[in-house]
């Protein structure tokens, strides 16, 4: 390959099928000649409206080309880049029961530095013949930052699990493989997702989901979330609750005062907190099935109907549910003796103690 730039963005709308060209890099030789060539067509970026900028995403092909070439070129010393005494290469990593090179993957993160999330497209480098990560190359995709590099060379001294040790790690946890194992039967199939590394503050964050799929279906669920940082491993139903097994708390929350409880109770027994998780998850189900009745309810009616709809109350044994608006449930339970709202579809999570 002799050319390639990321001169043009083509948007076209779903509507009308209308497409407009939007110049990234007036710069281009080849872009200008074509403008030349064909008046009109290409428009200045400026012209793109706002909420399209925001989407504008840094090429995954692009990037893993510029990052395949820099795993030989970073390599500044004439003896070294000779011998090829310091080739980086992309680590390998088991996604779905095949073993192959990572491909770039968009992630969102805060830089060193800075308290701003941005949208990046990132690949991790690993030493030839090697396991050990040694490097990261990310573009941003932000405006007015858009296709600068960003280059963190690790150091060589410290030993930083790469994505193939951690895979190793999660292959050799007892825990995770006996229920793997369980899901793993006839009529079902796991499926392991592709690792992704996301640098935290002076860290990394490994993260892997587990999907399950029935015999028969093309419908993947997200069942488990794998996520690892040095040498531990734990493996919960969401991220946020892995981040708790791994840190204490999630990222934005504090710790719990020491001497209270999550809800302000005494601990609660596992059999008691299995028996709530139940009872919330029926629930759950009648709350969605008395919306969607609602949903269908009032598309019959149409634009011009009118329809008053009372709060709908559930009732569990133990618990009472009263869906209110804005999709949230209040809920009022006589096992904790107090009240909170919890988003409709969100996990809800109990303190964990012993029995």
Aim: proline fraction near 7%; hydrophobic fraction near 40%.
């Amino acid at each position: 390959m002799n050319y390639i730039r990321n001169s043009v963005k083509v948007i076209v709308d779903m509507y009308n099928c209308t497409v407009s060209f939007y110049i990234m890099d007036p710069n281009d030789p080849l872009l200008a000649m074509y403008n030349h060539a064909f008046p009109g067509v290409f428009k200045n970026l400026s012209e793109l409206s706002a909420h399209l900028k925001a989407h504008l995403r840094y090429p995954q092909d692009m990037f893993g080309i510029q990052a395949a070439e820099y795993e030989t070129f970073h390599m500044v010393d004439p003896q070294v880049f000779y011998n090829r005494e310091d080739l980086w290469v992309a680590p390998q990593d088991k996604c779905d029961g095949a073993v192959a090179a990572m491909d770039p993957y968009y992630i969102l993160m805060k830089l060193p530095g800075s308290q701003q999330l941005e949208y990046l497209t990132m690949t991790p480098f690993t030493p030839q013949k090697r396991d050990n990560m040694i490097a990261c190359l990310a573009a941003r995709c932000d405006l007015p930052d858009y296709g600068r590099m960003l280059f963190y060379e690790l150091p060589k001294d410290k030993l930083i699990f790469g994505p193939n040790q951690i895979s190793a790690m999660i292959d050799q946890s007892t825990t995770n493989w006996q229920q793997l194992t369980l899901w793993d039967q006839k009529g079902s199939g796991v499926i392991r997702g592709k690792l992704i590394v996301i640098p935290i503050e002076n860290s990394f964050l490994d993260v892997v989901p587990l999907y399950l799929k029935a015999e028969g279906t093309n419908f993947p669920q997200l069942k488990r979330v794998i996520v690892a940082t040095g040498d531990k491993v734990v493996k919960e139903p969401t991220l946020d609750e892995a981040q708790v097994s791994l840190f204490g708390t999630t990222p934005g929350q504090s710790a719990p005062t020491p001497g209270k409880q999550a809800f302000g109770q005494a601990p609660l027994s596992k059999a008691t907190r299995d028996q709530v998780t139940a009872q919330l998850a029926d629930a759950q189900k009648l709350s969605t099935h008395l919306n969607s009745s609602w949903r269908i309810r009032h598309n019959r009616l149409g634009t011009q109907g009118q329809m008053q709809m009372k709060p709908n109350k559930l009732r569990v044994p133990g618990i009472a549910f009263r869906l209110g608006s804005a999709n949230c449930i209040t809920i009022r339970s006589s096992l904790f003796g107090n009240s909170r709202s919890q988003n409709q579809g969100a996990p809800i999570a109990f303190p964990d103690h012993s029995d």
